[in-house]
C-alpha cells in the first residue's frame, strides 16, 4: 500500500516538474533582450519615422548623408537617448567616417516650420552637436581624446526633459552618406 502511494506522488512530481519546465520555457523573463525596432530614416522632418522607448536601429535608403527620425513622449519625464553603433552601409575594413546628431523641436516662424537644435544635457556638459565616429575613426583617430563634449564618440547620450504628446527631431550627418546607428531611449 505504502508502494502505490509513493509511486503516485512520483508520478505526480514528475508531471509538476515537466510543467513547471513547460511553463519556464513559455513565460518571458526579465534578462531577455528587448525587441529592436527598425526604420529608415527621411530626408524631411515631415516623412521622419517614429521610435520607439527601448531599441531602435536606423538606416538610411539612399546615399543622403542628412537623416531624420522622431519620438513623441508618452509621458512627462526625464529621457536618455544613447546613440552608438554608427556605421557606413555597406561596412568598409577601415570605415573612417564621423558626424553628429542633432535633438531638434519643430518651431513656426510666421507661415512656416523648421527643426530648431537644442541644447542638451550630456555627461560633459551642454551641447547642441552630438559628434559621432565609426568605431574604426574613433579608435584610431579620438579615442586619447577624451570624451569631451567637442571630441567625435562612438556613443552618445543627451539628456532630455519632454511634456507628454512632445516630439523631438533627431537629424543626422554622416560624412559616408548612407549610414545605419542605434538608438536606446529609456525614460529615467
Known amino acids: 500500500?505504502?508502494?502505490?502511494?509513493?509511486?503516485?506522488?512520483?508520478?505526480?512530481?514528475?508531471?509538476?516538474?515537466?510543467a513547471l519546465g513547460m511553463v519556464c520555457t513559455v513565460a518571458p523573463t526579465t534578462g531577455q533582450a528587448a525587441s529592436t525596432k527598425k526604420?529608415?530614416?527621411a530626408k524631411t522632418y515631415?516623412?521622419?519615422p517614429s521610435l520607439k522607448t527601448g531599441n531602435n536601429t536606423v538606416s538610411s535608403a539612399n546615399s543622403s548623408p542628412q537623416r531624420i527620425v522622431k519620438y513623441t513622449a508618452k509621458s512627462k519625464g526625464t529621457y536618455v537617448f544613447t546613440f552608438s553603433k554608427f556605421k557606413s552601409v555597406p561596412t568598409k575594413s577601415k570605415d573612417i567616417n564621423l558626424g553628429f546628431v542633432s535633438v531638434n523641436k519643430?518651431?513656426?516662424?510666421?507661415?512656416s516650420k523648421g527643426l530648431n537644435a537644442l541644447k542638451v544635457q550630456t555627461n560633459k556638459g551642454k551641447t547642441s552637436c552630438l559628434n559621432v565616429?565609426?568605431?574604426?575613426?574613433?579608435?584610431?583617430?579620438?579615442?586619447?581624446?577624451?570624451?569631451?563634449?567637442?571630441?567625435?564618440?562612438?556613443?552618445?547620450?543627451?539628456?532630455?526633459?519632454?511634456?507628454?504628446?512632445?516630439?523631438?527631431?533627431?537629424?543626422?550627418?554622416?560624412?559616408?552618406?548612407?549610414?545605419?546607428?542605434?538608438?536606446?531611449?529609456?525614460?529615467?
Do not use: E, P
Open 133 to 188: 565616429a565609426t568605431s574604426y575613426s574613433y579608435n584610431h583617430f579620438y579615442k586619447n581624446k577624451g570624451s569631451g563634449v567637442d571630441n567625435y564618440l562612438y556613443s552618445r547620450k543627451a539628456t532630455v526633459s519632454m511634456k507628454k504628446g512632445q516630439t523631438l527631431y533627431f537629424k543626422t550627418y554622416f560624412t559616408g552618406g548612407k549610414h545605419s546607428y542605434s538608438v536606446n531611449i529609456k525614460k529615467k
Open 46 to 48: 515631415q516623412k521622419a
Open 106 to 111: 519643430l518651431v513656426k516662424s510666421g507661415s
Open 1 to 18: 500500500m505504502m508502494n502505490k502511494r509513493w509511486k503516485k506522488l512520483s508520478v505526480l512530481a514528475a508531471a509538476l516538474v515537466v
Open 39 to 41: 526604420v529608415t530614416a
